[in-house]
Protein backbone atom coordinates (compact mmCIF):
# COMPACT_ATOMS: atom_id res chain seq x y z
CA UNK A 1 0.00 0.00 0.00
CA UNK A 2 0.90 3.58 -0.49
CA UNK A 3 1.40 5.89 2.28
CA UNK A 4 -0.11 9.28 1.32
CA UNK A 5 0.93 12.02 3.62
CA UNK A 6 -2.09 13.65 3.43
CA UNK A 7 -3.81 10.99 3.88
CA UNK A 8 -2.19 9.77 6.87
CA UNK A 9 -2.62 13.59 8.29
CA UNK A 10 -5.79 13.45 7.87
CA UNK A 11 -6.70 10.27 9.54
CA UNK A 12 -4.04 11.26 12.56
CA UNK A 13 -6.30 14.21 12.88
CA UNK A 14 -9.88 12.28 13.53
CA UNK A 15 -7.45 10.19 16.41
CA UNK A 16 -6.09 13.15 17.62
CA UNK A 17 -9.70 14.81 17.92
CA UNK A 18 -10.82 11.72 19.66
CA UNK A 19 -7.80 11.43 22.24
CA UNK A 20 -8.26 15.32 22.75
CA UNK A 21 -12.16 14.68 23.27
CA UNK A 22 -11.79 18.10 20.94
CA UNK A 23 -15.83 18.13 19.15
CA UNK A 24 -14.90 21.12 17.01
CA UNK A 25 -11.66 19.33 15.94
CA UNK A 26 -13.87 16.62 15.11
CA UNK A 27 -16.20 18.69 12.88
CA UNK A 28 -13.52 19.96 10.94
CA UNK A 29 -12.43 16.17 10.45
CA UNK A 30 -15.79 14.97 8.69
CA UNK A 31 -17.17 16.02 4.97
CA UNK A 32 -19.37 18.41 4.79
CA UNK A 33 -20.60 18.93 1.21
CA UNK A 34 -20.66 14.87 0.70
CA UNK A 35 -22.72 12.34 3.17
CA UNK A 36 -20.77 10.42 5.87
CA UNK A 37 -22.10 7.30 7.93
CA UNK A 38 -19.74 5.92 10.52
CA UNK A 39 -20.70 2.76 11.84
CA UNK A 40 -19.26 2.56 15.46
CA UNK A 41 -18.89 -1.50 16.78
CA UNK A 42 -22.56 -2.59 18.07
CA UNK A 43 -24.41 0.67 17.44
CA UNK A 44 -26.80 1.18 14.60
CA UNK A 45 -25.34 2.76 11.36
CA UNK A 46 -25.13 6.19 11.71
CA UNK A 47 -25.84 8.18 8.80
CA UNK A 48 -25.53 11.79 7.98
CA UNK A 49 -23.08 14.72 9.23
CA UNK A 50 -25.01 16.29 12.20
CA UNK A 51 -25.84 12.44 13.75
CA UNK A 52 -22.52 11.36 13.15
CA UNK A 53 -21.04 14.49 15.00
CA UNK A 54 -23.89 14.16 17.96
CA UNK A 55 -22.46 10.58 18.13
CA UNK A 56 -19.21 11.57 18.78
CA UNK A 57 -20.15 14.19 21.01
CA UNK A 58 -21.68 11.28 23.14
CA UNK A 59 -18.63 8.95 23.31
CA UNK A 60 -16.04 12.04 23.80
CA UNK A 61 -18.56 13.45 26.35
CA UNK A 62 -18.45 10.23 28.21
CA UNK A 63 -15.93 10.40 30.67
CA UNK A 64 -16.12 6.05 30.82
CA UNK A 65 -14.76 6.51 27.15
CA UNK A 66 -11.42 4.36 27.35
CA UNK A 67 -8.56 5.89 25.54
CA UNK A 68 -8.75 4.91 21.63
CA UNK A 69 -4.87 4.51 20.36
CA UNK A 70 -4.16 4.37 17.16
CA UNK A 71 -1.49 2.41 14.95
CA UNK A 72 -0.50 0.56 11.66
CA UNK A 73 -2.14 2.92 9.30
CA UNK A 74 -1.95 2.42 5.47
CA UNK A 75 -3.67 4.54 3.26
CA UNK A 76 -3.94 4.48 -0.66
CA UNK A 77 -5.68 6.44 -3.38
CA UNK A 78 -8.39 4.65 -5.65
CA UNK A 79 -10.82 6.92 -7.53
CA UNK A 80 -11.04 10.29 -5.94
CA UNK A 81 -11.17 8.51 -2.69
CA UNK A 82 -8.74 7.73 0.04
CA UNK A 83 -9.01 4.87 1.70
CA UNK A 84 -6.99 3.88 5.42
CA UNK A 85 -6.40 1.31 6.94
CA UNK A 86 -5.71 0.57 10.58
CA UNK A 87 -5.71 -0.59 14.15
CA UNK A 88 -6.95 0.64 16.91
CA UNK A 89 -7.07 -0.06 20.54
CA UNK A 90 -9.55 0.07 23.01
CA UNK A 91 -8.81 -1.15 27.04
CA UNK A 92 -6.31 -3.60 25.32
CA UNK A 93 -8.68 -5.32 22.71
CA UNK A 94 -8.08 -4.54 18.85
CA UNK A 95 -9.90 -3.17 16.36
CA UNK A 96 -9.34 -2.82 12.60
CA UNK A 97 -10.96 0.56 11.19
CA UNK A 98 -11.94 1.59 7.67
CA UNK A 99 -11.42 4.97 7.46
CA UNK A 100 -12.98 6.83 3.75
CA UNK A 101 -11.94 10.31 3.05
CA UNK A 102 -12.54 12.35 -0.01
CA UNK A 103 -11.01 15.60 -1.17
CA UNK A 104 -13.35 19.07 -0.20
CA UNK A 105 -12.04 22.35 -1.17
CA UNK A 106 -8.21 20.45 -1.00
CA UNK A 107 -8.65 18.91 2.42
CA UNK A 108 -9.06 14.94 2.72
CA UNK A 109 -12.24 14.84 4.99
CA UNK A 110 -13.49 11.71 6.24
CA UNK A 111 -16.82 9.90 4.48
CA UNK A 112 -16.76 7.10 6.66
CA UNK A 113 -15.81 5.06 9.45
CA UNK A 114 -15.96 1.30 10.41
CA UNK A 115 -14.43 0.00 12.95
CA UNK A 116 -14.91 -3.60 14.58
CA UNK A 117 -13.17 -6.22 16.59
CA UNK A 118 -9.86 -7.58 14.96
CA UNK A 119 -7.48 -10.43 16.48
CA UNK A 120 -4.00 -9.17 17.95
CA UNK A 121 -1.54 -8.32 14.78
CA UNK A 122 1.37 -10.05 14.62
CA UNK A 123 3.45 -7.59 14.33
CA UNK A 124 2.57 -4.94 17.36
CA UNK A 125 4.64 -2.16 17.56
CA UNK A 126 6.05 -1.97 21.43
CA UNK A 127 4.40 0.18 23.69
CA UNK A 128 7.00 2.91 23.53
CA UNK A 129 6.79 3.08 19.49
CA UNK A 130 2.75 3.07 19.54
CA UNK A 131 1.63 6.57 17.54
CA UNK A 132 -0.69 6.84 20.79
CA UNK A 133 -3.39 9.95 20.85
CA UNK A 134 -4.10 10.22 24.26
CA UNK B 1 -28.49 7.70 -0.24
CA UNK B 2 -28.99 7.46 -3.94
CA UNK B 3 -28.99 3.67 -5.12
CA UNK B 4 -27.72 3.01 -8.13
CA UNK B 5 -28.88 -0.82 -10.25
CA UNK B 6 -25.52 -1.40 -11.16
CA UNK B 7 -23.48 -1.32 -8.34
CA UNK B 8 -26.43 -3.20 -6.04
CA UNK B 9 -26.43 -5.71 -9.22
CA UNK B 10 -22.17 -6.27 -8.03
CA UNK B 11 -23.28 -6.14 -4.21
CA UNK B 12 -25.66 -8.99 -4.69
CA UNK B 13 -23.39 -11.10 -7.10
CA UNK B 14 -20.95 -11.15 -4.06
CA UNK B 15 -23.51 -11.97 -1.82
CA UNK B 16 -25.07 -14.77 -4.37
CA UNK B 17 -21.41 -15.96 -4.56
CA UNK B 18 -21.77 -16.31 -0.40
CA UNK B 19 -25.38 -18.26 -0.55
CA UNK B 20 -23.70 -20.46 -3.21
CA UNK B 21 -20.53 -21.51 -2.16
CA UNK B 22 -19.54 -20.44 -5.64
CA UNK B 23 -15.61 -19.62 -5.48
CA UNK B 24 -15.97 -18.87 -9.35
CA UNK B 25 -18.07 -16.34 -8.90
CA UNK B 26 -16.51 -15.22 -6.09
CA UNK B 27 -13.06 -14.19 -7.44
CA UNK B 28 -15.11 -12.65 -10.45
CA UNK B 29 -16.51 -10.32 -7.83
CA UNK B 30 -13.31 -8.96 -6.40
CA UNK B 31 -11.14 -6.18 -8.61
CA UNK B 32 -8.07 -7.99 -10.62
CA UNK B 33 -6.10 -4.50 -10.81
CA UNK B 34 -6.55 -2.79 -7.66
CA UNK B 35 -5.44 -3.98 -4.26
CA UNK B 36 -8.11 -5.17 -2.24
CA UNK B 37 -9.04 -6.06 1.52
CA UNK B 38 -11.28 -7.89 3.19
CA UNK B 39 -12.02 -7.32 7.03
CA UNK B 40 -14.22 -10.65 8.65
CA UNK B 41 -14.86 -9.82 11.84
CA UNK B 42 -12.61 -11.11 14.60
CA UNK B 43 -10.31 -12.15 11.73
CA UNK B 44 -6.86 -10.40 10.94
CA UNK B 45 -7.19 -7.96 8.43
CA UNK B 46 -6.32 -9.84 4.83
CA UNK B 47 -4.78 -7.81 1.90
CA UNK B 48 -4.45 -8.84 -1.47
CA UNK B 49 -6.33 -10.67 -4.08
CA UNK B 50 -4.94 -14.39 -3.53
CA UNK B 51 -5.10 -13.94 0.26
CA UNK B 52 -8.55 -13.11 0.27
CA UNK B 53 -9.94 -14.99 -2.46
CA UNK B 54 -8.41 -18.09 -0.26
CA UNK B 55 -10.49 -16.98 2.99
CA UNK B 56 -13.45 -16.82 1.28
CA UNK B 57 -12.60 -20.46 -0.09
CA UNK B 58 -12.24 -21.79 3.84
CA UNK B 59 -15.29 -20.00 4.61
CA UNK B 60 -17.08 -21.23 1.91
CA UNK B 61 -15.87 -24.71 2.17
CA UNK B 62 -16.68 -24.70 5.86
CA UNK B 63 -20.05 -26.81 6.16
CA UNK B 64 -20.32 -25.16 9.77
CA UNK B 65 -20.61 -21.77 8.33
CA UNK B 66 -24.67 -20.53 8.66
CA UNK B 67 -26.08 -18.60 5.65
CA UNK B 68 -25.65 -15.38 5.65
CA UNK B 69 -28.41 -12.52 4.37
CA UNK B 70 -28.12 -9.61 3.61
CA UNK B 71 -30.81 -6.77 3.28
CA UNK B 72 -31.51 -3.14 3.80
CA UNK B 73 -28.09 -1.95 1.22
CA UNK B 74 -28.05 1.36 -0.29
CA UNK B 75 -25.56 2.80 -2.49
CA UNK B 76 -23.66 5.87 -3.71
CA UNK B 77 -21.04 6.93 -5.68
CA UNK B 78 -17.93 8.99 -4.92
CA UNK B 79 -15.33 10.00 -6.72
CA UNK B 80 -14.70 6.98 -8.69
CA UNK B 81 -16.14 4.58 -6.08
CA UNK B 82 -19.47 3.06 -4.76
CA UNK B 83 -20.00 2.63 -1.19
CA UNK B 84 -22.39 0.14 -0.19
CA UNK B 85 -23.91 -0.26 3.09
CA UNK B 86 -25.99 -3.23 4.11
CA UNK B 87 -27.17 -4.91 6.72
CA UNK B 88 -25.70 -9.16 6.87
CA UNK B 89 -27.67 -11.60 9.58
CA UNK B 90 -25.58 -14.36 10.61
CA UNK B 91 -27.30 -17.07 12.71
CA UNK B 92 -29.39 -14.30 13.89
CA UNK B 93 -26.72 -11.96 14.63
CA UNK B 94 -27.19 -8.66 12.90
CA UNK B 95 -23.82 -7.51 11.39
CA UNK B 96 -23.08 -3.79 9.23
CA UNK B 97 -21.16 -4.17 6.42
CA UNK B 98 -19.18 -1.78 3.64
CA UNK B 99 -18.40 -2.63 0.33
CA UNK B 100 -16.49 -0.95 -1.72
CA UNK B 101 -16.41 -1.12 -5.50
CA UNK B 102 -14.14 0.24 -8.06
CA UNK B 103 -15.13 0.33 -12.10
CA UNK B 104 -12.57 -1.86 -13.84
CA UNK B 105 -13.19 -2.81 -17.75
CA UNK B 106 -16.84 -1.48 -16.93
CA UNK B 107 -17.60 -3.67 -14.52
CA UNK B 108 -18.11 -2.36 -10.70
CA UNK B 109 -15.58 -5.00 -8.69
CA UNK B 110 -15.50 -4.88 -4.92
CA UNK B 111 -12.12 -3.73 -3.52
CA UNK B 112 -12.88 -3.62 0.39
CA UNK B 113 -15.28 -5.83 2.36
CA UNK B 114 -15.65 -5.10 6.35
CA UNK B 115 -18.70 -6.32 8.56
CA UNK B 116 -19.26 -6.26 12.33
CA UNK B 117 -21.33 -6.42 14.84
CA UNK B 118 -24.57 -4.18 15.13
CA UNK B 119 -27.38 -3.94 16.59
CA UNK B 120 -30.97 -5.20 15.42
CA UNK B 121 -32.21 -2.33 13.09
CA UNK B 122 -35.55 -0.26 13.97
CA UNK B 123 -37.18 -1.27 10.70
CA UNK B 124 -35.95 -5.09 9.81
CA UNK B 125 -37.86 -6.72 7.05
CA UNK B 126 -40.49 -9.45 7.83
CA UNK B 127 -38.57 -12.64 6.83
CA UNK B 128 -40.98 -13.04 3.50
CA UNK B 129 -39.38 -9.73 2.15
CA UNK B 130 -35.45 -10.37 3.21
CA UNK B 131 -33.52 -10.39 0.21
CA UNK B 132 -32.70 -13.70 1.17
CA UNK B 133 -29.38 -14.90 -0.85
CA UNK B 134 -29.56 -18.77 0.05
Redesign the interface.
Known amino acids: ?SNNPAILFANDAFYLAVAKRDNAAMAEVWAID??V?C?H?????I?GRDDVLESWRRILGNEQQPPIEVFGASA?I????A?V?CYETVSQNFL?A?N?F?RENGLWRM??H??????P??EFPETETLETVQ
Open positions: MTESLPGWPPIRVGGCVLITLVILQSGVTSPE
